[in-house]
């Protein structure tokens, strides 16, 4: 028997004001995936991402999670299913007047139970192993971008989340790290056994741990491929596609 998606997009149409953006978005999302939105400028990639976490509501469809609707339920069902989510933002996110510890510490001290200092020996515990030792007590403002993108990911992983959403989290780093960012992520889908939605037009970091990709386009402002990613670069039968995913190549 297959399993059911545990992501389940239907009928999803976002807007920009009077405008549409996307429309008629249907696709699903298995569980223990790496699944990359991508898509030309104006496509709406972030837009998407910020419907599927709650913080936009679309103008029509829905989104499932383990077959339960998130925008046809009720706001506490919404916030019980957000539990479930680890999200990184561009840049981090992060909250500038607390430090890089303060903000791991944040998620664990609201929504667990452990005690004080147990809070702080796991936030110590996830900016280690991002490389952030000696970092804690520094805020955003007195760090790089770089060490801020990787706060930022100790904070979306505190919480050993079930679904992870990244919105270009190899951004402003150089490609040594960005390949660390990618190790990360698979980990956590190996290790873990996290389910991760990615935003992202890094093409080597796509290639290397996407195991599925959704192609949005800003002209006909829907989604026009959806596959593995080398696949869709050699086979799709949408030149744009081909091309978007084959530049830089020779």
Do not use: C
Not at 92 to 121: C, F, I, M, Q, Y
Not at 138 to 154: I, K, N, Q, T
């Amino acid at each position: 028997m297959t399993e059911a998606p545990l992501i389940e997009v239907r009928g999803l149409t976002l807007t920009r004001g009077p405008s549409a953006v996307e429309r008629g978005l249907d696709f699903t999302v298995r569980r223990g995936q790496v699944f990359a939105i991508i898509g030309d400028t104006g496509a709406g990639r972030s837009r998407l991402l910020r419907h599927m976490v709650g913080l936009e509501r679309p103008a029509e469809g829905d989104v499932l999670y383990s077959g339960e609707g998130f925008w046809s339920g009720t706001e506490e069902d919404r916030e019980r299913v957000k539990l479930r989510f680890g999200v990184l933002f561009a840049g981090g996110a992060l909250l500038s007047t607390k430090t890089l510890l303060e903000n791991v510490a944040l998620g664990l001290r609201l929504h667990t139970r452990l005690a004080g200092e147990d809070v702080l020996a796991v936030a110590r515990l996830k900016l280690a192993l991002m490389g952030l030792t000696g970092y804690e007590h520094l805020y955003p403002s007195e760090v790089d971008a770089s060490r801020r993108a990787w706060a930022g990911l100790a904070r979306a992983t505190a919480l050993d989340p079930e679904i992870l959403f990244f919105e270009e989290p190899t951004a402003r780093l150089d490609p040594l790290e960005a390949r660390r960012v990618d190790d990360v992520v698979r980990r956590l889908r190996d290790d873990l056994g996290a389910t991760v939605v990615l935003v992202s037009n890094d093409l080597a970091s796509l290639f290397a741990v996407a195991d599925e990709a959704l192609f949005l386009d800003s002209e006909s402002k829907t989604m026009t491929a959806r596959g593995n990613p080398a696949y869709l670069r050699d086979h799709s039968p949408d030149p744009k596609v081909r091309a978007f995913l084959g530049r830089g190549r020779p």
